[in-house]
């Protein structure tokens, strides 16, 4: 590979890199926290009322940068939409400017390293990475319903198993819905937390919008999305064995199209 091809290839994960070094370094996270949020609330919401079209397309510009850059924010921008717009609206927004952000982020890493595990494994690992590229859709759906790893290593974990973009946007936009609505809900509600969180003398957190019920709510819908998967591999695992015959061990190919036999 040429150095032009090298930096070409690098260059999307790169400005990435620098987006998210900026950010902190201009101090954005003082400004994404609901302790802003309750310091500026009045100010906020009488801008969007004056410039609803405007503030819209400014929030999800601002949204789709923070998850293309990783910055740690979605929650509380989700709760800004929500607080902002409504969470019919605000939800709506941030739907669309998540699923946009996301796929650049996965767009940038698949760039860089979308071939390196497919050149590279082998064996289990290999038909492992094949049967997430397979089912990627109904993976996704269940990791993005149950959010429990954080957001951005979804998005860069699924451009190293080189699935298809289609089949991301799809299970990612899907997928966050729920949570989407539901945390657009919560900030359509904020103002009462962040009013008793400032009387208490301190700043509100995400732990006192987010319930142990929301919580489980989120993990029966990943259980449920997560029963069709389930059933699939079911079937062809049972298929499979009623394909070998009585007394005969299966075989199992490897990359040198041997076999393994009883000993």
Known sequence: MSSR?????????????????????FGLQNYLSLGYLAD?????????????????TV????????????????????IFGGFL???LMGGALVAIAATVG???????????????????????????TDGFRQNAFGYLLVIRLAPVFPFFVVNIAAALFDISLTRFVAATFIGILPGTFAYAYLGQGVDSVLIAAQAAGREAQIADLVTRDITLAFLGL???????????????????????????????????NETWENE
Not at 40 to 56: C, F, I, N, P, T
Not at 59 to 78: D, G, N, R, W
Not at 110 to 115: D, E, I, K, L, V
């Open 85 to 87: 717009f409504g969470w």
């Open 40 to 56: 500026q609330r009045e100010a906020l919401r009488a801008y969007v009322d004056e410039h609803l079209v405007w503030s819209a």
């Open 59 to 78: 929030f999800v510009v601002i949204y789709v940068l923070a998850v293309a850059f990783s910055f740690p924010a979605a929650s509380i921008l989700t």
């Open 222 to 256: 990943a259980v449920i999305a997560a029963v069709p998967t389930l059933l699939r591999h079911i079937r062809r695992d049972r298929g499979q064995a009623a394909s070998v015959p009585t007394g005969q061990a299966p075989t199992v190919p490897n990359d040198k």
């Open 102 to 128: 996301a796929s650049i982020l996965f767009l940038a890493t698949r760039s860089a390293f979308g071939g390196f595990l497919r050149h590279r494994v082998d064996g289990v690992v290999k038909r492992l």
């Open 5 to 25: 091809d090298a930096a070409t290839r690098y260059l999307p994960l790169l400005l990435i890199a620098t987006g998210l070094l900026l950010g902190y370094l």
